[in-house]
Each structure stands twice: as structure tokens, then as C-alpha cells.
């Protein structure tokens, strides 16, 4: 859908990092007029909800410098550069978790900001975790602390704000759904 | 929560636009060694779940040139310096939508992207609106077109990734949740 669309009058690049992208465009609005649109530009992002034999939900705990605070978190990663988002899924439970699965289920993807970002978050969920053998080593500026928690521990936890974050609430929401199905 | 902490050693600011603020800070690791941290420092958002008296939900569908496409979400926009949240969602309600409510319900907040962003998100809801006498002006960069919609034909927009970011997709699950209930 392209209503209302926005035309590109020039683009400049303003920062090219690890992470983010930054541009400014200057835009044509529907009703003839200019704007500046300030966009950051992100490879996007796959998230996992990792499901226990016993039914608990596996989260990882750490550092979110720009808040200045830990979260609690469902694992997630950056999608590497031409990797599809179920591999992603897979790499990530891999080396924050230590489990393996082959079976994933979609759950939802959105945008997480599409004010300022074009970020796109996959959602998956896998109840056939398998243990992997061989620790797999995650990214080096990385720190984590795996949390197993039952539903009703993690709505707790969704009370006291320390899971806190767009991807994770949205799959306590999700779980609630299938618990009262 | 400060588990896993990270001290700035020093913080560079690269960029002050009119929503997103870009910083890159040097960090000392847990471990001791030092990394890079991009962060987008960004006032803060409050979104809206209007429903009518029939019971369907408003929704706008607006231009958002960071994906190049229009999306169809509820009312949203940024906290303006000082003002509380629910005093920018009746704000953003009456901007975009023409009513306005005295009754708002709390229902989630979370950090749209914690791994680079500080941009927290704060969602309401009312089923108590008041179309206001007089059309209020909004932002002159905003085109907007207003969509009410039932849940089941909302459902139908997710499906269709037209409905498609993470305020909207988790205000759709809520609504599920509630019907469920």
C-alpha cells in the first residue's frame, strides 16, 4: 500500500555502524510540501520462545545499555546478512541457550518502531527442544543469564516491568492465548 | 537490574534530529574488555485502542516512509517534553481521530527495540468516546486516514501484513484475550 506516499527528494547518510544506519531524507508530502524524514535503517531481527519438556519458557537475562538497566528477555539476534529468519531463530536458541530444535512455528513478525525504523521482529515458538553437545559460542561483547520460568512466573515478571520489551510481552500475550484455549 | 553492567567510559553524540537522537558509547564489559554501544535516545510513545460504541476499533493508516509503505495501526504518537502518558494519548486521540474520552485503561508498556532504542511504548484503551465539537489540527506533516474495523476484519489486516507493527499486532492479541475471557 503506498497511500499518502512520501517521495525522496535526497537521502543522506549520516552515521553507518555495527548496528544502525542513520538517514535523513528530505520528502515530498501528499499535499506538496517538503519534509525531513530521520530513519534508521536496521537488518532486522528474529526472536524464539523456547519451550521446556516441562513446560517452562527458557529467558535470557542482560544488559540493555540504552535503558541502563538488565532486561529479561525471550533469545533474539540480528539477522546476518542474507540468512533467513528461521536459521537465525535456530543460531540464536543455539548459542544463548545451548538447546537445538528442528521444529519451529511461526508465531508473528512486525515492525517495532516504523515511526523512525524499519526493524522487522520474527516470532517463532518450539516445544522440541534437544540438548547440543558442543557449547556454541555466542557474540564476544555478549553477556547472559538463562532463566527458566513457568507462564505464571513470567507474568509476574511482566508486573515488575523486568520483562519489559516489545517482542517478549507480545509472547507472554501470545501463551496466555493458547493457555486459555 | 543492573546484572551485567556496562560503564560508559565515553558517550559521542553523532546526531540531534526532531525524533531520534543518535549517540555512540564506549563501554567497559563485564569482562573487562571494552565495546562499542550505538543508542537512539527518543522521547518515549503512547498509543491508543479507540473503540466505538458498536464496538469496533479506530484505526489510522498513514504513510511510513522508513518502510516505504502505509500501515494501518491505532492512534500513536510521541510524549512531548513534560507531558504524561495519558495525557499524550488523549491528545493523539483527539488529533487523529476526532474524539476524545475522560476514561482511559492501561493495558501494556514495553521497549520497542531495548538492543539499540530507549524508546519506551505505553498503550491505553477506552470504550468511552466523545466526538469532540471542533477538529483539532494535528502535526502539518501528518496525512492520515481514518479505518473502524472489527476485530475479526482486523484480524484479517494482521494476516495480510497490513496491520503489521508491534503497538497494533500486541492491541489485536489483547483484544483476542479479552474476548476469549
Known sequence: MKKFEEKTIQSE????????HL??????LPNG????????????????????????????????????KSLVEIPAGKLEHGEG???????ELEEETGYTTNELKFVASFYTSPGFADEL???????????????IEGDEDEFLELLELTLEEAKQYVKE?????????YAILYLETLEMM
Open 13 to 20: 547518510k549520516i552515521y553507518d555502524g555495527k548496528v544502525v
Open 23 to 28: 538517514q535523513v531524507d528530505d520528502v515530498t
Open 33 to 68: 510540501k517538503t519534509s525531513k524524514r530521520e530513519i534508521i535503517k536496521h537488518p532486522g531481527a528474529v526472536a524464539i520462545i523456547p519451550i521446556t519438556k516441562d513446560n517452562k519458557i527458557i529467558f535470557v537475562e542482560q544488559y540493555r545499555k540504552p535503558l541502563e
Open 85 to 91: 529468519p528461521e536459521t537465525t531463530a535456530i543460531r
Open 121 to 135: 521482529m520474527h516470532i517463532y515458538i518450539s516445544d522440541k527442544l534437544e540438548p547440543l553437545n558442543e557449547k
Open 161 to 169: 516491568n523486568r520483562i519489559h520489551d516489545a517482542k517478549t510481552n
